[in-house]
Nanobody
Framework: QVQVVESGGGLVQAGGSLRLSCAAS????????MAWYRQVPGKQREFVAA???????NYADSVKGRFTISRDNAKKTVYLQMNSLEPEDTADYSC???????????????????WGQGTLVTVSS
């Protein structure tokens, strides 16, 4: 059983900052990519930022220069530092993690994509 759990959401005024965390736990061999997505009710989920196992990062244009994604491999955790928050950043933020897991009984490995339950970020104007 593997899971990822987000934390750090909340209510903040426009211009403020928040840091989201997402920790992976359970039985897996390693963590490949880690990413953040967000969704507003009634709209499609959108990509926010991602980081590879080697530390390469990628951001949505809407958050470039304001958000920073990072990871701590020892803690099996990915972070999203969000600065200069805007009301348009209000959404449910979910963590997406690709894990390398052992396939039981085969001795082989496969990649498994796991989603967290989400954490709500509300930015007031």
């Amino acid at each position: 059983q593997v899971q990822v759990v987000e934390s750090g959401g909340g209510l903040v005024q426009a211009g403020g900052s928040l840091r989201l965390s997402c920790a992976a736990s359970g039985a897996f061999f390693s963590i490949n990519s880690m990413a953040w997505y967000r969704q507003v009710p009634g709209k499609q989920r959108e990509f926010v930022a991602a980081i590879t196992s080697g530390g390469s990062t990628n951001y949505a244009d809407s958050v470039k220069g304001r958000f920073t994604i990072s990871r701590d491999n020892a803690k099996k955790t990915v972070y999203l530092q969000m600065n200069s928050l805007e009301p348009e950043d209000t959404a449910d933020y979910s963590c997406n993690v690709e894990l390398r897991v052992l396939v039981p009984g085969t001795g082989t490995y496969m990649n498994l994509e796991v989603w967290g339950q989400g954490t709500l970020v509300t930015v007031s104007s």
